[in-house]
């Protein structure tokens, strides 16, 4: 979950991305998906350090180019809330997903955006930069959905009620655009 978590919020602003981040709770299992989407510069651009961009997924080129790694975990909410409890330490983006146990049964699923952004804020890049990269992310996204009997949310909510989603233009990200929440968060009954 942490090197899952750490592509969703690393990429983005990194390779110019779509990534896609998909919580869907079942009574008491879960299972996160992650698909990250790059065009041939930016998959170059991750391949030339080195590192396997899909060391724990499954990687697929795709017809118009592109570059697709999906990446899939499944484990108890149990198992979920105690991995991103451990990573409380350094930098680690894991530290803006949180899931919480309610008194009344159900789990509040959050992710803290107002962290995510004040990193990009203190990033202290050059403003020319800034404009420069915000070019780049136009046409991108970041997505978090989260399926499940879905009781509240202040992303939108699908007519039938299972499904909780959130979509943020990266463009619109980097230059701390208010209309980006601050936070994505999602009551669920498991």
Do not use: H, W
Request: with cysteine; proline share 4%.
């Amino acid at each position: 979950m942490r090197k899952l978590l750490f592509l969703l919020f690393l990429l983005p602003l990194a390779a110019c991305v779509d990534m896609d981040l998909t919580l869907k709770i079942d009574g008491d299992n879960a299972t996160v998906s992650s698909t990250v989407t790059m065009g041939p510069e930016g998959y170059q651009m991750m391949a030339s350090s080195g590192e396997d961009t899909c060391k724990d997924g499954v990687a697929t080129t795709l017809d118009n180019g592109d570059y697709q790694c999906t990446t899939e975990m499944t484990g108890t909410i149990d198992e979920m809330i105690a991995e991103l409890e451990a990573s409380k330490e350094g930098m680690d983006p894991d530290q803006t997903a949180k899931i919480e146990r309610l008194e009344d049964g159900n789990l509040r699923v959050s992710f803290d955006l107002a962290e995510m952004k004040a990193s990009v804020a203190e990033g202290g890049m050059d403003p020319g930069m800034l404009v420069m990269m915000q070019q780049m992310l136009v046409g991108r996204s970041l997505t978090f959905t989260i399926e499940g009997q879905i009781v509240e949310t202040n992303g939108q909510l699908s007519d039938s009620g299972d499904m909780a989603v959130l979509s943020i233009p990266l463009d619109k990200f980097a230059m701390q655009d208010p209309s980006v929440p601050d936070s994505f968060v999602t009551i669920v009954t498991p």
